[in-house]
């Protein structure tokens, strides 16, 4: 059963949230915003209206979010009261609790995303480590487990690229998620992801361990503007190969795009190189490549930003790009983050797509130092 202490906890969370996210200030200007909308001219230029139909739309969701955490502390209060004239179960008034705390705790982790780039989508990258057909098999489960999971936030997930194993599995694959904050939650799985099982590829039936990378950047959308030089541009055209399962769309005609540049972290030449073989049309293969290429040019400059601004206190843990962050355990049904600690025994649900508590407790420990 709560006490009158954590009803009171989540009272103070909620009028800090109501304080830190100038609740009243977003009610003016979402009145102002939508007296924009309704102007006749308002249409005529179809690329600002979305953009302000959008500044509408995150306005709306701070708002609505708010009262309902509100309204869900309040039903709290009101089941308590209810307890304890006997009209109300333990059960019931824990139930309403529960329910306050995660929309508590889902609004405070919003608001951790503030950066620029954490409301766009994303694009992930899984390259299976060294390890032959093991490591490819846990590419391709780490593949499903983040197609489950956009499933389940109602994203749209396409795999623009599929290079199969030689076996079984993968040896890399890139999805791009088109959604709302997709980069901000998705952010917290970049880096190597580390497996140990009895592999069913070993015929000793020896325990091992394999290692793949999970590789995340901003998918830019329109309003990002990536200065990109004409003269640094090649392509090449091939045949796409493989059978790519259900997820990918049969296609004849693939593009491989290179672009030469000034690395503007290292201040080296550099060459990125991009391969597109989601759709039958080459025009369409070519631009989504260039969409790619700009997401990963845009995540470079946010990388010079934050290594030109970046101030990490003495003695704070730092996360590596590309450092080992979590392991799966499926021998001892464990799954542990290296990071936060953070750990469950429920292994199938997190390959199933259940990362939502690693994410979370990833954002509200390291949301703020960023």
């Known amino acids: 059963m709560i006490t009158t202490d954590q009803i009171k906890s989540a009272i103070d969370r909620v009028e800090a949230l109501y304080k830190y996210l100038n609740i009243e200030e977003k009610k003016i200007q979402l009145e102002e915003e939508e007296l924009k909308t309704q102007a006749p001219e308002f249409w005529q230029d179809q690329k600002r209206a979305e953009a302000q139909m959008k500044l509408v739309k995150g306005l709306k969701f701070w708002i609505e979010g708010y009262n309902a955490v509100n309204a869900a502390v309040n039903e709290v209060q009101i089941a308590y009261d209810f307890y304890k004239e006997e009209a109300m179960t333990e059960a019931e008034v824990d139930e309403a609790y529960n329910h306050a705390i995660t929309l508590i705790e889902d609004l405070e982790m919003r608001n951790m995303l503030r950066r620029e780039e954490d409301k766009l989508g994303a694009v992930i990258k899984i390259v299976a480590g060294?390890?032959?057909?093991?490591?490819?098999?846990?590419?391709?489960?780490?593949?499903?487990?983040?197609?489950?999971?956009?499933?389940?936030?109602?994203?749209?997930?396409?795999?623009?690229?599929?290079?199969?194993?030689?076996?079984?599995?993968?040896?890399?694959?890139?999805?791009?998620?088109?959604?709302?904050?997709?980069?901000?939650?998705?952010?917290?799985?970049?880096?190597?992801?580390?497996?140990?099982?009895?592999?069913?590829?070993?015929?000793?039936?020896?325990?091992?361990?394999?290692?793949?990378?999970?590789?995340?950047?901003?998918?830019?959308?329109?309003?990002?503007?990536?200065?990109?030089?004409?003269?640094?541009?090649?392509?090449?055209?091939?045949?796409?190969?493989?059978?790519?399962?259900?997820?990918?769309?049969?296609?004849?005609?693939?593009?491989?795009?290179?672009?030469?540049?000034?690395?503007?972290?290292?201040?080296?030449?550099d060459e990125i190189v991009i391969e597109n073989t989601e759709s039958r049309s080459q025009l369409d293969n070519r631009e989504n490549a260039m969409r790619l290429l700009r997401s990963q040019l845009y995540e470079l400059e946010l990388q010079k930003r934050r290594e030109e601004t970046a101030k990490i206190e003495a003695g704070k843990k730092k996360i590596e790009w590309g450092s080992q962050i979590r392991s799966y355990v499926f021998d001892d049904r464990r799954v542990k983050d290296h990071r936060t600690d953070y750990q469950t025994s429920n292994v199938g649900a997190v390959m199933d797509g259940d990362i939502d508590m690693f994410i979370k407790t990833y954002l509200m420990e390291y949301g703020g130092e960023e």
């Open 130 to 269: 060294a390890g032959g057909t093991e490591a490819q098999d846990w590419g391709q489960m780490l593949m499903r487990m983040y197609l489950r999971w956009c499933e389940k936030q109602g994203y749209k997930a396409e795999i623009t690229n599929l290079l199969e194993g030689d076996e079984a599995g993968i040896k890399s694959v890139t999805i791009q998620v088109d959604g709302d904050y997709a980069y901000g939650y998705l952010k917290s799985e970049n880096g190597v992801h580390r497996l140990v099982r009895v592999s069913p590829y070993n015929a000793q039936g020896k325990r091992m361990t394999s290692f793949t990378s999970v590789f995340v950047v901003p998918l830019v959308d329109d309003t990002i503007e990536i200065e990109i030089n004409p003269a640094g541009i090649s392509w090449d055209t091939f045949r796409s190969s493989g059978a790519g399962g259900q997820n990918v769309n049969k296609v004849e005609t693939g593009v491989r795009l290179h672009y030469v540049f000034k690395n503007p972290v290292t201040g080296e030449q």
